[in-house]
Every structure is written in C-alpha cells, then in structure tokens.
C-alpha cells in the first residue's frame, strides 16, 4: 500500500511538472502558433487543476449514446434507481442526469461540470444483505431524502461497491436540439471516463462513430462501448455482433476501447459491468489517465504547430555580414576616408615646413566638415557624452543603400530562422525590425560618438615642430647677420669678424642650410604622416565598424536571438509537457 501510494504522488507529480510545463509553452507560444493550439492547450492546463482541486479522488463516468439504445435504462440499472426515465420520444434524455455515490459530497464537482440535476445515493442502514429485495438512500438536489428500489435478489449495494463514482446520463447525441448536442460535447471534454451505450440495430451508426469514437481514439483507455438489449439476440446473434463490433472499433483505431454487453432490462451483465467500473473507481487513476491523455494530444498539436527544431542564435558570420551593409550605409567608408585626409592635413601642419604649411591652415578640416571633431572626439582619456552629440553632416542614405540594409537584416532574420515553422520565422522577421525605424538615427549616433584616434600616435609631430622652428630660427638668425654686415658696411664702420663654415660664409649657410633643411625636413616627414594616415585610417575604420555592430547587436540581433531564446524555451517545455 505504501508503495502504490509513493506511486500516486509521483505519477501526481510528475503530472502537475507536465502541466506546468504545457501552460509555459502555450503562453510563450502565443501568437507564433495559432489560436486553434493554443487555447485548447491552455484550457486542457486550465481545466485538469480545477479537476483535480475539486475533487481528484472522484471519477466521473458518462453513459452517451443515441435515441432509443437504452442509455437511460441503463443509467438506472448501474445506479440501482429509477432516476433516469427511459421512453421512445425525441430526445428522450433532455438534461444531463448525475447521480453521485458515497457519503462524500460532490456537490463541488458538479458545479464545476455545471450539472444541475444531481443526486446523492448513500447506503441505508436499514439495507440487508441476506438476498432479499434492498433499497437505497437517495438525496436528490433540492429535495427530501427517499428509498427506492433497485438491483436484484443478491446483488451488492452500489453505494457502497461505487464509492466515490459520479455516474452521468447525458443528452441524446442525435438529438435534434442542437443544445443537446453541444451539451454532450461539453461533457465529453470534461470526464473522466466515457461509456458509449449502443443497440443492435446501430451500433455502427457514423454519427457516433465520425463524431466521438473515431476524433477520440486517443482516449480508447477511457472509453468503452456496451452493447445494450443483448436479451432480445439469440447466442449467435449476440456472437456475430460483438465480433463486428469489435472488428469495427479495431479498424478505426480504437483497439483499446473495451466491450461489454448488457441486458438493461433483464439486468443480464449489468454485474460485470459494474464489477468493472467498481475497478476504475477503486484505482483512483481514471481522472489523471484521461487528464494525462489530455496532456499527450494538447503538447503533441503544439508540437506540431510550433516545431521541435533546435532554434540556435544567429551566426558570427551573418553578424558580420549585416554589420558589412549597415556600415557602408551608415558612412564609414566616408568616415574612415575623413580620417585619413584629416591626419595628412594636421600632420602636414605640424611638420612642414612653416614659411609654407601655413597656407594649409586655410583648407577646412576634414572631420570637422563633417561635424566629427566638434566634441572633442578621438581626445585620449576624454569621455565622450552621448548627450551632447547631435546627427554628423554624412550624405543621408540613398535608397540603394537602404535597400542594401533591409535586405541584409532580412537576409539575416531568414537565415536565422531557418528550420521553424512559418509562425515563428515570422516572428523572427518582426524581431529585426523592431527598432527599424530608430536605426538610421542609432547608426549616425554610433558614429558621431565613436573615438576616431586622430590625436593618438603622433608625439614625433611635436618633435618635428621643434626642429622646424630651430631651422627656422637658424634662417631668421642668418638673415639678421647678413643684415648687420650690411648696415655695418652701409656706414663704413668696422665689419663683423669673417667666420666661415665648411668654405663658406657662416651667415649663408645659416640661411641657405636652414631653408634647405627645413625643406627637406618637411618632405620626410610628410611619408611619415602618409604611413601614420593609412594606418589612422584602418584603425577608425575597425573602431566604426565595432560601433556598427554594437548598435546591430542590440537593435537587431538581440531582438532576433530574444525571439530564438523562446523558441527553445517553448521547444524544451513542450518535451517536458510530452514525457
């Protein structure tokens, strides 16, 4: 005993993980998965806890069947009363009928199953079980307590044999009311075990079987099909429609569906049958089987829709790709030509020769024409403050260059999304668009507040100056000199001491050496301002793309991997719903 009840709560456990797991995978499902799966599952999660909260010992068991195959009778013959009232006129059962066994109220099941029309059957302490004729308690809804008559000489008390059974007479399933109909429908989405009564004349009647038997195949360990009005067949009769019987529920997939055959009149095999509902009722795991089965078609339609494929995140490559088109929109190219330009223009400043490199200094700056060095950008160690950066002057985006970018974000999105359904390709295609609308603006902000590096790597530029201005302080000093000699000369006054270098007049060399050493101080220097440029120039250019692809990581890659994420999230609940 104590290890079928470990048993229980494991298999309880295990069941409410499932349910659990079901209700995360529909939720985060929604709208990449049709509304036809996802509500019927969130309803099956739904409605097996409120099952299992009002009454999980109980098992309710409805009797279906068509006008005329004696359901009703039947119904009073498992019962032991005369609740139900059998007849000939359509539709003879109007309202479902629940009769409920044992002193425990149902009263809560009921009204969640919102039947009405209830009774209550508890064993009297008058009943004798010494063979004669006994009689049963019956508490109808809203009414007195009274005795009635049931069963026959011998047989067992019900309320007693089918403590804790909730047994159910529903509506015609031809009934020609169309409320009668969706009632039985109801119902049969809400119980725990169906037993179909069937006559012999149409036991084979499509309706029951294309509308009940054949859509509920997946519920054959729940379902069972009595044959009624066995006593006016002969053996062989009774044989050849068993056989048939049989032969058709196995055809339509229903081999698990059991059989039984009855006499609702003569009350033959009403016994075993009871014997054998008494069983279900006794193990206590019809509700949780028929919950279970709830369970398996609901995760396995979702499955189905959603997909069972490993979602993955988006690649390195098709990142790199995309940053590649967004960054020619965006301007780096441009950008990191700026650069460039920028660097032979400041270095030529710094390093040429000054009688002539400031002329330069009347072209306009390349980076400042483009609203790049307004802020202070490329400072080392200087922080830039996003706040204060408006749109740089960059040629706004052609349409080609647009096009280019959606095709790459959509190219992107495709490829991520390869292998899942439509539903959540989709999805994934929205996700990239998320911020489609901010990007271009995204974009130009990454530039504008990316540190371009003008100012770094260039300490010789400082020493260059220096050597430039010494030359040219060696030029101004030569010029004085020669000019003193003259005035000295002009007034006839003693002349300056001769010195001479190398053969020739100090003050000429002076002069002439310090222009040409200036000069040429300028020409070397300015290949290494070309090589210090290109290089200037690769480095912005990985700087620009590295803030390109911070802003398509978080505009468009997050966005899409987000999505992926709960793909697998609603792939991985969907294998713990199905285990």
């Known amino acids: 005993m104590a290890a079928r009840d470990r048993a229980a709560a494991k298999a309880a456990k295990d069941l409410g993980a499932r349910l659990r797991a079901l209700r995360q995978a529909a939720e985060n499902a929604r709208g990449r998965v049709d509304d036809d799966v996802v509500d019927p599952a969130l309803r ?51 309202r479902t009928l629940a009769v409920s066994f044992g002193a425990d109220s149902a009263d809560d099941l009921l009204d969640w199953l919102e039947i009405p029309n209830r009774h209550r059957v508890e064993s009297s302490p008058a009943n004798r079980r010494d063979g004669g004729q006994q009689e049963l308690e019956v508490e109808a809804a809203g009414t007195s307590k009274a005795l009635l008559p049931f069963g026959h000489k011998g047989e067992v008390d019900p309320a007693r044999d089918l403590d804790g059974l909730v047994l159910l007479d529903l509506p015609d399933h031809d009934s020609t009311e169309v409320t009668h109909r969706q009632e039985v429908d109801r119902l049969v989405e809400l119980v725990d075990m169906l037993i179909w009564v069937v006559d012999p004349q149409k036991y084979a009647d499509a309706a029951l079987h294309d509308r009940y038997l054949k859509p509920l195949a997946r519920y054959a360990s729940v379902m069972m099909v009595v044959l009624n009005q066995i006593d006016r067949l002969t053996p062989a009769e009774r044989e050849h429609c068993l056989t048939d019987l049989r032969r058709l529920l196995d055809s339509e997939g229903l081999e698990k569906v059991g059989i039984a055959a009855i006499s609702a009149t003569t009350g033959e095999g009403v016994h075993e049958l009871r014997t054998r509902i008494r069983k279900r009722v006794a193990a206590k795991r019809t509700a949780a089987q028929r919950i279970v089965t709830d369970v398996d078609v609901a995760a396995e339609n979702l499955a189905a829709a959603s997909g069972m494929s490993e979602a993955g995140q988006v690649s390195k490559d098709s990142a790199a790709r995309l940053n590649k088109a967004l960054a020619v929109a965006a301007g780096v190219p441009v950008v990191s030509e700026a650069v460039g330009k920028a660097w032979r223009h400041r270095g030529g400043i710094a390093t040429g020769w000054p009688a002539l490199s400031w002329i330069a200094k009347f072209r306009p700056d390349p980076l400042r024409r483009l609203h790049l060095d307004r802020w202070g950008l490329g400072k080392r160690g200087k922080e830039i403050d996003p706040a204060r950066v408006s749109r740089t002057s960059l040629p706004a985006t052609t349409s080609v260059q647009q096009a280019r970018v959606d095709s790459a974000v959509r190219d992107l999105a495709d490829e991520a999304a390869e292998g899942l359904t439509r539903g959540w390709a989709l999805a994934v295609r929205d996700a990239s668009r998320t911020h489609q609308d901010a990007l271009p603006d995204q974009l130009d902000r990454a530039i504008a507040t990316t540190d371009l590096g003008v100012d770094r790597d260039h300490g010789w530029w400082t020493f260059v100056k220096v050597l430039q201005w010494l030359l040219i302080a060696c030029v101004v000093g030569g010029f004085l000199w020669l000019g003193v000699a003259f005035v000295l ?54 700087e620009l793309v590295s803030s390109i692809a911070t802003v398509t990581r978080e505009k468009v890659v997050l966005p899409i991997n987000a999505e992926l994420d709960r793909h697998d999230l609603v792939r991985t609940s969907m294998e713990q719903a199905l285990r």
């Open 489 to 542: 000369l002009y007034f006839q006054l003693p002349p300056l001491p001769d010195l001479s270098w190398w053969g020739l007049p100090a003050p000429t060399v002076l002069v002439a050496g310090g222009a040409l050493a200036g000069v040429l101080l300028g020409l070397f220097s300015r290949i290494g301002v070309e090589v210090g440029a290109r290089r200037a120039e690769r480095r912005a250019r990985a």
């Open 44 to 94: 099956v999660v739904e409605r097996a806890g409120r099952r299992l909260e009002v009454s999980g010992d109980a098992t309710v068991v409805a009797l279906g069947g068509a006008t005329g195959s004696g359901k009703s009778s039947t119904f009073n013959a498992l019962s032991g009363t005369e609740l139900a009232v059998p007849g000939v006129r359509r539709p003879t059962t109007r």
